[in-house]
Nanobody, 126 residues
Framework: QVQLVESGGGMVQPGGSLQLSCAAS????????MGWFRQAPGKEREPVAL????????YYRESIYGRFAISADNAKNTVYLQMTGLKREDTAIYYC???????????????????WGQGTQVTVSS
């Protein structure tokens, strides 16, 4: 059974930085897509950043482009999301997700993702 364990998150002032990590275990496929979605109160879940383990191709939502960076350590089945220049509108619960299909670039639609982490809160506030 695939499990995703997230770490990181917390509260930071506007303009600050945070790093999220997500480690996958129990995988039975050699390649997959993995990354982050987020959901703010009263809003739908939206894709943030995703990466393919096969070729490193990525998806970034437009509003975070240039501020967030996703990376992966395939040997550890772990992805990282480095968030800089955080804004109040980045406040949300961030969910790690994994798509066992070997799609490049990765899908940005949540329905394609088979496994989800428990979520970690990111709050940007002064």
């Amino acid at each position: 059974q695939v499990q995703l364990v997230e770490s990181g998150g917390g509260m930071v002032q506007p303009g600050g930085s945070l790093q999220l990590s997500c480690a996958a275990s129990g995988l039975s496929v050699p390649y997959y897509a993995m990354g982050w979605f987020r959901q703010a109160p009263g809003k739908e879940r939206e894709p943030v950043a995703l990466i393919s383990s096969r070729d490193g191709s990525t998806y970034y939502r437009e509003s975070i482009y240039g501020r967030f960076a996703i990376s992966a350590d395939n040997a550890k089945n772990t992805v990282y999301l480095q968030m800089t220049g955080l804004k109040r509108e980045d406040t949300a619960i961030y969910y790690c997700a994994l798509d066992e299909a070997d799609e490049t670039p990765p899908h940005s639609v949540s329905q394609y993702y088979d496994y989800w982490g428990q979520g970690t809160q990111v709050t940007v506030s002064s």
